[in-house]
């Protein structure tokens, strides 16, 4: 079965810096991967996907991800962080020909200094 | 509804009694998926729901876990003999399915059901 890595428990970073939040699959093959964000003390929300195509995906609130099959990873990017971009990040990876249910990461924590 | 609804928001119960969470999907979603979200632990995977397909289980961590989804709409999670490893939040998340058959793999996620476990 497919697993996901983020590296990073946490990831701190000053406002208007750019931002990475890394994310690799373990699987090769034709990943459906995803990214979700949860607020704080809020349910989660879907960012971004990639399905196919453009290895560049651009998703909600300027968030992007580049899909490289050869590193086989999935990293968040925004060019410039904000105060209220501080949340937990979750990389997903799915496999419909499989019919299996999405498999995440286990988070990420982000937290933008003013 | 507009989105997916869990009740109640907040359980706190003794350890061995038996606890029901319950999950309202999206209208229209026939994909329904319960996770469990402990801290530092990431998200797992509990059961999975899709039409009239048996359910797949295959995540379920004890035989005190059980889920239904009934007219293939409302879920409910069971918890039978609660013990205090059981201490999590418990988010639904529905998503529609695509004309292939397989869901198509964004989730709409509820805010969750905290389970405390005393």
């Known amino acids: 079965a497919q697993s996901v890595a983020q590296p990073e428990d946490q990831v701190n970073v000053a406002e208007g810096n750019p931002l990475t939040v890394k994310c690799t699959y373990s699987?090769?093959?034709?990943?459906?991967l995803f990214w979700y964000v949860q607020y704080p003390n809020r349910g989660l929300q879907f960012l971004l996907k990639?399905?196919?195509?453009?290895?560049l995906v651009k998703g909600s609130y300027g968030f992007e991800a580049e899909f490289n099959k050869s590193q086989t990873s999935f990293h968040l990017k925004k060019p410039s962080a904000l105060v209220s971009d501080s949340a937990l990040y979750f990389c997903?990876?799915?496999?419909?020909?499989?019919?299996?249910?999405?498999?995440f990461g286990k988070g990420t924590r982000l937290s933008v200094i003013a | 509804g507009a989105g997916v609804s869990q009740s109640p928001s907040n359980k706190v119960t003794e350890k061995g009694k038996d606890v029901e969470l319950r999950c309202d999907p999206i209208?229209?979603?026939?994909?329904l998926y319960w996770y469990r979200q402990s801290l530092g632990q990431g998200l797992e995977f509990l059961i999975y729901?899709?039409?009239?397909?048996?359910?797949?289980k295959s995540g379920l961590p004890s035989d005190r876990f059980s889920a239904e989804r009934t007219g293939g709409s409302v879920s409910t999670l069971t918890i039978q003999r609660t013990q205090q490893e059981d201490s999590a939040v418990y988010l639904c998340?529905?998503?529609?399915?695509?004309?292939?058959?397989?869901?198509?793999?964004?989730?709409?996620f509820g805010e969750g059901s905290r389970l405390t476990v005393l």
């Open positions: 998340a529905s998503s529609l399915v695509g004309a292939g058959g397989p869901p198509l793999g964004e989730l709409f």
């Open positions: 699987v090769s093959g034709n990943p459906y």
């Open positions: 990639y399905i196919t195509g453009d290895n």
């Open positions: 997903a990876d799915y496999r419909p020909q499989e019919n299996t249910p999405l498999v």
């Open positions: 209208s229209g979603h026939t994909a």
């Open positions: 729901f899709q039409g009239n397909s048996a359910p797949d």
